[in-house]
């Protein structure tokens, strides 16, 4: 029974590129064929799927506008609310802001000294690590 035939995955490879070369060179003609036969007017464009392209006057888009425009207008009368406006905050009350952030600003620099000065004394009563690990300065006994 013969073998079956394996096909290298780069010789299927070149054989694609070459045919997509090759199919690349037929389209270039094909539209060159039909850029002949086409009138004179212009490039044609793509045929597209669907219903052609509307276009609409201007008179036809002032109409519009103002219809819009109409619709909006009775919908803001039914609501009967016009949009909140905008909050602004008084001297009085801006005053009491920036009193009560210079507190806290204030209380967290004392805790923030307070814990340095605790840290700094507790420096002061510890010995040192290099002065506890050092040996005694008596000479040594010779024997």
Partial sequence: MPRPRIIQP???GAALVGLEQSRQRVE???TQIKGLLAPRRGP????????PKR???AAGRRRIAAAQRKRWAALKKAKGE???KKRRLSPEG??????????RWAELRAKKAAKEAKASAEKV???SARKA??????????E
Avoid: D, F, Y
Wanted: aromatic content about 2%; hydrophobic content about 40%; cysteine-free.
């Fill in 10 to 12: 780069w010789l299927l």
């Fill in 28 to 30: 270039a003609q094909i």
């Fill in 44 to 51: 044609t464009p793509a045929p597209a799927a669907g219903k």
């Fill in 55 to 57: 276009t609409i006057s």
């Fill in 82 to 84: 016009s949009a909140p």
């Fill in 94 to 103: 801006r005053r009491h802001i920036i009193e009560a952030t210079r507190k």
């Fill in 125 to 127: 009563r510890k010995p």
């Fill in 133 to 142: 690990a050092k040996p005694s300065a008596q000479p040594a006994a010779a």
